[in-house]
């Protein structure tokens, strides 16, 4: 599976680039606004320090606006990947880019109908939401499984991307699943590092090594 750091924050994205597992990065609106400065050129800054898809937001509602400020966006970098939510003129302006070769990542996806939709309209990934699905009380993984079943059944290649993830259990749950991508939070990837045992087991190693090194 793919990891994707879910954030807009320069500093977290080169710490976590420099552990040399980043695959890619998610942003969204929200996101950005936590950084208060120009969205193109934080957009352009995270294109040029993680080798992987940039995804960037689109926020017209229409589909002739949204195609054209895709374009705007993907003109600012070869690896950016234009967000969309799933909506009628959303679908529509997929259709449209993804023939002109831009990349689409579909979001706001909470069902697997919503992720059929977006397939076949040509969207290169797709971003089920599993953490809002569950903090409504809904199975937030089900609906992941549900959509990489249905992709398997008819071969889309489409890729999965697990977005809105709380917690390490649902990377970890998203890699059983076969689901191609998570995109995780900067916090969740601190908590992922992290086991008693390691940092136990580095202490007394430490320790026991000092006893000899000068011998
Ligand atoms: C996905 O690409 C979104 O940025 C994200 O995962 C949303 O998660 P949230 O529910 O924590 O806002």
Not at 73 to 89: F, Q
Not at 99 to 114: C, K, P, R, V, Y
Not at 121 to 130: E, K, M, N
Request: overall charge negative; some cysteine; aromatic content about 6%.
């Amino acid at each position: 599976m793919k990891l994707f750091i879910d954030t807009a924050n320069i500093d977290h994205i080169k710490e976590i680039n420099g552990w040399g597992i980043l695959s890619g990065v998610t942003t969204n609106p929200t996101l950005c606004s936590k950084e208060c400065r120009s969205f193109k050129d934080m957009i352009k800054e995270i294109a040029a320090i993680v080798d992987g898809p940039i995804s960037a937001e689109a926020l017209s509602m229409k589909k002739d606006e949204i195609v054209k400020e895709a374009k705007e966006l993907a003109s600012i970098a070869g690896n950016i990947v234009i967000k969309v939510p799933i909506m009628p003129d959303g679908l529509a302006a997929t259709k449209i880019l993804s023939e002109e070769g831009i990349d689409i990542n579909m979001t706001l996806i909470f069902s697997a109908n919503q992720a059929m939709l977006a397939a076949a309209a040509g969207a290169r990934y797709v971003s089920p939401f599993v953490g809002r699905l569950d903090d409504i009380g809904n199975d937030g993984m089900g609906v992941i499984e549900e959509i990489m079943e249905a992709y398997i059944n008819f071969d889309i290649d489409t890729e999965v991307i697990c977005a809105s993830i709380r917690h390490p259990q649902h990377v970890v749950d998203a890699a059983l699943i076969g689901c191609d991508i998570s995109t995780i939070p900067y916090e969740v990837f601190k908590k992922m590092i992290k086991h008693p045992l390691t940092d136990k087991g580095i202490e007394s190693f430490q320790q026991d090594w000092e006893k000899i090194k000068g011998l």
